[in-house]
């Protein structure tokens, strides 16, 4: 669904993406995990088409920046841009004409309801909390119900409500045979359904293994993790565990 060949990013001296390659397959919720600064939002940029980059992306058998990949592909950046001079509702409303989306009144309500921000519908952009603008950035990105969907560091911001919802969300897009590839740098967060990981360091993709994978190796996704950013095995761990 997702094939991602040789991508390189620079931004002048620095890597931010080395000759990174991987296929992600319809239906697989992806968990991107990496440090800070190990190119995870760059790499999401590249998918979407925002950046310039040097290799080949294909969404759904489409190349990444054509019209029929923009379709089926949708993104929720990390950081909001809402228009300070729209409400709320405004800005579901404007999605959803530019997706040429019909029969969306639903979804809008739908959405807003699940991220508390039903009762916020006349309040414009710059009205709203940091929170707030977090949850609309997210029910922006989810109005197309697109069927691939990339989120950046989704649960930053959010309080515990939007993040189980948030959650409850990605389970049922995974479940309905959605394509996810969601980022974060928190370890912690990732506690939803995932079938795949891609750890990323210093631009380059670590580890590209299944929840199946892992399972079979009896290993968790922090040995894996801490193995390969902090270069710990994680029988030593256990070991000095037991000599405790
Ligand atoms: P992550 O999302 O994993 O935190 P980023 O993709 O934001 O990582 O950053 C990867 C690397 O690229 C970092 O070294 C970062 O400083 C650099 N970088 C990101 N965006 C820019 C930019 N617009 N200009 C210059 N360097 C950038």
Redesign the pocket.
Same mark, same amino acid.
């Given at each position: 669904m997702l094939d991602v060949k040789n991508v390189t990013k620079k931004?002048?001296k620095?890597t931010?993406?080395n000759d990174l390659t991987f296929h992600l397959n319809p239906g697989d919720m992806t968990i991107l995990l990496?440090?800070?600064?190990?190119?995870?939002?760059?790499? &999401?940029?590249s998918i979407i088409g925002f950046l310039k980059y040097d290799g080949r992306i294909v969404v759904g058998g489409y190349k990444n920046k054509s019209v029929d990949a923009k379709r089926i592909l949708g993104y929720v950046p990390?950081i909001p841009s809402l228009y300070p001079n729209l409400t709320v509702e405004e800005h579901m409303e404007f999605i959803a004409r530019a997706y040429k989306l019909t029969d969306y009144k639903d979804r809008i309500d739908m959405l807003l309801k699940r991220f508390e921000l039903d009762d916020k519908r006349k309040k414009f952009g710059d009205e709203l909390s940091k929170g707030m603008q977090q949850k609309l950035n997210l029910c922006i990105g989810l109005l197309p119900d697109p069927k691939v969907l990339l989120l950046?560091?989704p649960m930053i911001g959010l309080d515990p409500h939007a993040i189980k919802e948030l959650k409850n969300i990605i389970d049922e897009m995974r479940e309905s045979g959605k394509t996810l590839l969601v980022?974060t740098?928190i370890i912690d967060s990732v506690d939803m359904l995932w079938d795949r990981t891609l750890i &990323?360091q210093n631009?380059n993709i670590m580890a590209n293994i299944t929840k199946a994978e892992l399972d079979e190796k009896g290993e968790s996704l922090e040995d894996l993790f801490f193995e390969i950013t902090e270069g710990i095995d994680p029988k030593d761990v256990k070991e000095a565990k037991e000599e405790v």
């Open positions: 931004y002048g620095v931010a993406c990496g440090p800070n600064g190990a190119g995870k939002s760059t790499l &999401m940029k990390e950046d560091e980022s740098h &990323m631009g």
